[in-house]
């Protein structure tokens, strides 16, 4: 079922997943068990990260640095697949724009099809590790929007082969995200919002939100959306912190601020066992809050460690 029409039959606030596939090597139990302790509180989709190749340099003969690309965690469509086959939840997963051509796009996107997956989140995709900023392929999409372009054509039957004939629609539902606290590269939130409410126009029927702890960016965000005629379901993506690094590490990599009594409450803490209650309290508060706000959804990133979760979504929805 898609996401819309998860949201549209709820008659109380849900709550989704964001996993991310193993690193390479590891078996899909690691997934299972990140998931098993959330079943029971019935989560109703559960979206999987897409991680594209990363550059390494190995060392070879005579001293030799060899560049190799490798993706270490591969795996989204088959986790996907194995989801829906397991639990009977539908599985969201991420496409990106980078590394991808346009037809390795639509290639994608039938196997999607043809493994009955009707949701996709489309994303521009995170710049390459080693790499200043995000390049797209020559034959690929620079932004999120001309990817939502292309699944809403493939909707309508529209394959990059032009002499097909009556070709099968597919009939994907777009999510895309947003950024509360505006994404990174953009100059200031109204030209932020204005490509996101382009991503709307273009097809995209909700959004996710980049993880925040402070409620008021989501509501400013919210009534922003709204007063620029962004009528979809927004879902806001919530991530309870869990050590005391992550003060640090969690607005470097998602271009975020901490509240000062969220920062101030962890460094009080003596250990991570400590932070860890910190963190779910403070997520419990915030998703109460958003529930009285009226989201329809909230979406928790566990990134497959699902302790923190369980002691929030316990509370919250159990
Ligand atoms: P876009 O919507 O394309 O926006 C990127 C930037 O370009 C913004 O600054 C925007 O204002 C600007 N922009 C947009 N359109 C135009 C235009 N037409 N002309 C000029 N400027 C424009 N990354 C992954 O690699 N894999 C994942 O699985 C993944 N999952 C995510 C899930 C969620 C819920 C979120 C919030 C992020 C996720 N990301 C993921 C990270 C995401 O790929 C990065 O934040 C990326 O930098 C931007 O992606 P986007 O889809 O928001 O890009």
């Not at 509180?41 to 990363?54: K, L, M």
Request: aromatic share 10%; proline share 6%.
């Amino acid at each position: 079922m898609k996401v819309t029409e998860h949201l549209k039959k709820a008659k109380k606030p849900l709550f989704s997943l964001e996993i991310l596939p193993p690193l390479k090597g590891k078996g899909i139990q690691s997934i299972y068990d990140g998931i098993d302790p959330l079943i029971e509180f019935g989560p109703s989709f559960i979206n999987v990260t897409y991680h594209r190749e990363e550059f390494v340099y190995k060392k070879r003969e005579k001293g030799y640095l060899e560049k190799i690309a490798i993706k270490k965690r591969p795996g989204t469509v088959g986790i996907c697949a194995a989801i829906v086959n397991k639990y009977k939840i539908d599985a969201v997963p991420h496409i990106i724009c980078g590394g991808f051509t346009k037809e390795e796009t639509e290639n994608a996107l039938i196997d999607l099809n043809f493994l009955g997956i009707d949701n996709v989140l489309a994303l521009r995709g995170d710049p390459i590790k080693t790499e200043p900023g995000f390049v797209a392929e020559e034959l690929g999409h620079s932004y999120a929007g001309q990817l939502v372009n292309q699944i809403v054509g493939l909707n309508k039957g529209d394959y990059m082969d032009e002499d097909l004939q009556n070709a099968t629609p597919t009939d994907f539902c777009i999510g895309v995200a947003g950024y509360p606290e505006k994404h990174f590269e953009a100059p200031n939130l109204k030209t932020d919002m204005k490509f996101l409410k382009q991503k709307i126009e273009l097809g995209a029927e909700y959004i996710v939100t980049q993880l925040f702890y402070d409620n008021n960016k989501f509501k400013d965000f919210v009534n922003l959306c709204r007063a620029e005629g962004i009528t979809v379901p927004i879902i806001p993506g919530l991530k309870p912190i869990s050590t005391k690094k992550q003060i640090l590490s969690l607005p470097k990599f998602f271009h975020i601020d901490l509240p000062d009594d969220l920062v101030d409450a962890v460094e009080k803490c003596k250990d991570n066992d400590e932070v860890k209650q910190v963190g779910i309290e403070w997520a419990i508060q915030q998703s109460k809050d958003l529930i009285d706000f009226g989201v329809p959804c909230i979406h928790y990133y566990t990134m497959g460690k699902s302790v923190a979760t369980r002691e929030v979504v316990k509370a919250v929805f159990g």
